[in-house]
Each structure stands twice: as C-alpha cells, then as structure tokens.
Nanobody, 120 residues
Framework: QVQLVESGGGVVQPGGSLRLSCAASGFTFSSYAMRWYRQAPGRERELVAGITSAGGSTNYADSVKGRFTISRDNNKNTVYLQMNSLKPEDTAVYYC?????????????WGQGTQVTVSS
C-alpha cells in the first residue's frame, strides 16, 4: 500500500522556520522524483519545490527561492522541506508528491497534506 505521510506543519510567526517531512512507503522511493506543492484557501495548488530521484537536481518556485530548501534521504525514504524566513503568504496546506515516468506510464502519489500557518 502506497503511503506518503507529511508532518512538521504548524503555526509560526513571520520570519520563523519550519521543517516539513514526508515519509514514503509502499513503492521504490529512490526511483521517484519528489515534489512539494501547496494550496492556500481559494487558490489553485502550486508547485513549491522539486528534487530528482537521486537528489542531484532541485527546482523552486520563484516565490520561495532563497528561503526554502528541498532535500531527500533515500535510505530513510523521506523528503524534507526546510522553510526559513516564512511569510504570511506562505500559509497553506503543503502536500508531498511522488512522480515517476516509466515506459510511457505516469505514476503519481499524493500525501494527505499538512497545514502551515504563518501569523503573528
């Protein structure tokens, strides 16, 4: 059974930091690119950061560049999102996503999300 379980969300003041984790099970984690998305109330889900299967390449939304860092530990089947200098506009539900393209077939899995609230 495929599972992606996010943790680490919470309430933080502007300028603060949080570290999100996403623990994966039920599939070959090291074969999947991993991404973090977020969705704020009334807005579409947006891609925040991504990392390739071996961790050699990352990409970020312009809005979080220089503040967020995505990383992964393939020995622990876990992907992380370190979020620094948080702003109120970072408030959203953050979702973990696993993606693999193989032989023309797309495999995609989602976690249940974790709430991040940035407020004074």
């Amino acid at each position: 059974q495929v599972q992606l379980v996010e943790s680490g969300g919470g309430v933080v003041q502007p300028g603060g930091s949080l570290r999100l984790s996403c623990a994966a099970s039920g599939f070959t984690f090291s074969s999947y690119a991993m991404r973090w998305y977020r969705q704020a109330p009334g807005r579409e889900r947006e891609l925040v950061a991504g990392i390739t299967s071996a961790g050699g390449s990352t990409n970020y939304a312009d809005s979080v560049k220089g503040r967020f860092t995505i990383s992964r530990d393939n020995n622990k089947n876990t992907v992380y999102l370190q979020m620094n200098s948080l702003k109120p506009e970072d408030t959203a539900v953050y979702y973990c996503n696993a993606l693999r393209l193989r032989l023309g077939v797309t495999y995609k899995y989602w976690g249940q999300g974790t709430q991040v609230t940035v407020s004074s």
